[in-house]
Structures are given as structure tokens and as C-alpha cells.
């Protein structure tokens, strides 16, 4: 579960989820993204990097800008993490359920 930990805790915060969901549209520089939440420049940035360190979201260099973009790898990490935990969790209530 620790490779897990850091992509968990990123979740865990309501902004991130919504700086996600706004990346899942489009990639979008920090500019774009402070623009439609209500905290400044500088805390959207924080909130990148724990995303970035999580490896859910990748940063580009356009110019003078950073845009950030889903990190599909790190994504399909935890979907296939969601995978095995759902195919363990069943596998278990089945064998539960047939005792009875």
C-alpha cells in the first residue's frame, strides 16, 4: 500500500480533487487554473506540486508557463491498485457467502 500512500493523500484534499477534475477537461497553466478558484497563485502551485509528487498530474513547459496535465500512468496505477483490492474484496465475500 505505500507505493499507493502519496496518490491517496493528493486525493484526500478537496482542492486537488477539484484542480483534477478542471485538468481532466484540458491541460491548463497555474494562471488558468487560480483563475477559477478562490485561493491565490502561489497555493494552486502547492497544491500542483503534491499532485505532481503523487504522480497524478505531469507539468510542460510552453514559453514562459508550466501547464499541467492528468498523469495517465499514475492514474491507471491506481485504477489497477482499485482493480486488485475489488477482485481480492469479492473473491472474499464469495468464498464467505458459499460457507453459508
Known amino acids: ?3 499507493y ?7 484526500v484534499d478537496p482542492t486537488r480533487r477539484a484542480i483534477l477534475a478542471r485538468l481532466f477537461d ?6 488558468e487554473l ?7 497563485r502561489p497555493a494552486i502551485s502547492q497544491h500542483l506540486k503534491v499532485l505532481k509528487d503523487a504522480q497524478l ?5 510552453v514559453g514562459t508557463r508550466r ?4 498523469d495517465i500512468d499514475g492514474f491507471n496505477n491506481l485504477r489497477r491498485f482499485f482493480d486488485q483490492f475489488w477482485t ?7 468464498r464467505k457467502a458459499e460457507k453459508k
Open 1 to 3: 500500500m505505500d507505493a
Open 5 to 11: 500512500q502519496s496518490q491517496f493523500d493528493a486525493l
Open 26 to 31: 484540458n491541460p491548463l497553466s497555474v494562471r
Open 34 to 40: 487560480a483563475e477559477e478558484f478562490p485561493i491565490s
Open 57 to 61: 498530474v505531469t507539468d510542460t513547459a
Open 67 to 70: 501547464v499541467y496535465a492528468i
Open 88 to 94: 481480492e474484496a469479492l473473491a472474499a465475500f464469495k
